[in-house]
Every structure is written in structure tokens, then in C-alpha cells.
């Protein structure tokens, strides 16, 4: 059972779209992570968000915390087609154990 | 640097075998994550493990599972009795401590198929 919702499940743009993913839960996290994984690997971790409300950017990506630290977002500009890939996010729960969401599966097309 | 590598990539075996996965962490890496990630779905917690011992293993489905780091750095997956269930990606990740602020790299996974 995934505590943690991602929306959309599948997202399809075009090059140069914007789009945001999200991540709901009714749990409290110390900290939310939010990962990138590709066919055949493991997940590699963007940001670290840990503050409520914090926002965080990279490049051309943008993280927010809720105020409530149960939810995230994720918003990408201008995407481009390397950014392709599965989006997870995780909350951290103790001694480093993640709780993740089913992820959001984005396809940018040039 | 060599990353978290795990072994085999790939593993297809029949229902009712007995099947071992091999991870290998980031040198000196204390703590060492194992997940199962099924189509479709985010990974899974099933168990990890600070130096030597299992210091949570709540996440094992069931007694047919079963993991061992026995020097504190290699990792072996045990899985007995396979069922068609248990068809997944094994994901290996491991870090400097087990603190928030700790960074977790996995490896590509172990894809494991129960025929």
C-alpha cells in the first residue's frame, strides 16, 4: 500500500512544456525526497526538501514542501526530452527508511 | 568511483526454487537498504542494516525471505520457495549512516522472475 499519492500517474508533453507532478499524503514527514529513476536503474535523489514551505530549485526544476510537510510538488519549465524518466517521491521515516509513491511516469517528446 | 552494484541483473527461475541476490555497497558505507519495486509501483522497504546486524527487517513479507550482511559490507537476498508474487525489481542501496541527512544510492536492481 502506498501511503503517499503521486498525480498524474503518466504524463505526456511536448519540448518546451512546463509541468508539475505531485505528492499527497496524510502522514507527517521530517523530510521528503524526491527521485528520478530510468529503465534499468535504481532511483537517484534530486532535492531533499525538510522545511515546511521551503522551496528549492535545480535548474530547471522547482520543489515546494507543503507549509504542513505532507506534500510536495515538482515543477519542471521548459522540459526537455532528457528530462524523460520516473519521478518518485519518498518521505523519510526513522533510521533512513523511505516510503515511496507509485511515481509519475513523464515522456517528453522533442 | 564504483557505485552500489548488484548481481545478477537478471533472474529467472521456476516456482518452488530457492533463489540468492548479491549486493555490493559503496565502500564504507554503514548502512544498506533493500527494496522491491513492482511494476508499476514505487520500491518498497523490506529490510536494512547498520554494519553487521539486521536493525529493521519489518518490511519482509514472510518468512521465505531472508538477508545477511555477515562482514558489514556485502548483502545477500535470500528467497526461498519462490512464488509467481514475488516477480519484482530488488533494489540494493546503501549509505554513510542511516541519519536524515544521509544520502541513499542505489543500484540498478536485481529483476527477478518466478516462472
Known amino acids: 500500500t502506498q501511503l503517499l499519492e503521486q498525480s498524474p500517474q503518466f504524463l505526456s508533453i511536448q519540448e518546451g512544456e512546463n509541468l508539475t507532478v505531485y505528492c499527497n499524503s496524510s502522514s507527517v514527514f521530517s523530510s521528503l525526497q524526491w527521485y528520478r529513476q530510468e529503465p534499468g536503474e535504481g532511483p537517484v535523489l534530486l532535492v531533499t526538501?525538510?522545511?515546511?514551505?521551503e522551496v528549492k530549485k535545480l535548474k530547471r526544476l522547482t520543489f515546494q514542501f507543503g507549509d504542513a510537510r505532507k506534500d510536495s510538488s515538482l515543477h519542471i519549465t521548459a522540459a526537455q526530452p532528457g528530462d524523460t524518466g520516473l519521478y518518485l517521491c519518498a518521505g523519510a521515516r526513522p533510521r533512513g527508511k523511505l516510503q515511496f509513491g507509485a511515481g509519475t511516469q513523464v515522456v517528453v517528446t522533442p | 568511483g564504483a557505485g552500489v552494484s548488484q548481481t545478477p541483473s537478471n533472474k529467472v527461475t521456476e516456482k518452488g526454487k530457492y533463489v540468492e541476490l548479491r549486493c555490493d555497497p559503496i565502500s564504507g558505507h554503514t548502512a544498506l537498504y533493500w527494496y522491491r519495486q513492482s511494476l508499476g509501483q514505487g520500491p518498497e522497504f523490506l529490510i536494512y542494516?547498520?554494519?553487521?546486524?539486521?536493525?529493521?527487517d519489518s518490511g519482509l513479507p514472510n518468512d521465505r525471505f531472508f538477508a545477511v550482511r555477515p562482514e558489514g559490507s556485502v548483502s545477500t537476498l535470500k528467497i526461498q520457495r519462490t512464488e509467481r508474487g514475488d516477480s519484482a525489481v530488488y533494489l540494493c542501496?546503501?549509505?554513510?549512516?542511516?541519519?536524515?541527512?544521509?544520502?541513499?544510492?542505489f543500484g540498478p536492481g536485481t529483476r527477478l522472475t518466478v516462472l
Open positions: 542494516f547498520q554494519g553487521t546486524g539486521a536493525a529493521d
Open positions: 542501496a546503501s549509505s554513510l549512516g542511516a541519519g536524515a541527512g544521509d544520502t541513499q544510492y
Open positions: 526538501v525538510v522545511t515546511g514551505g
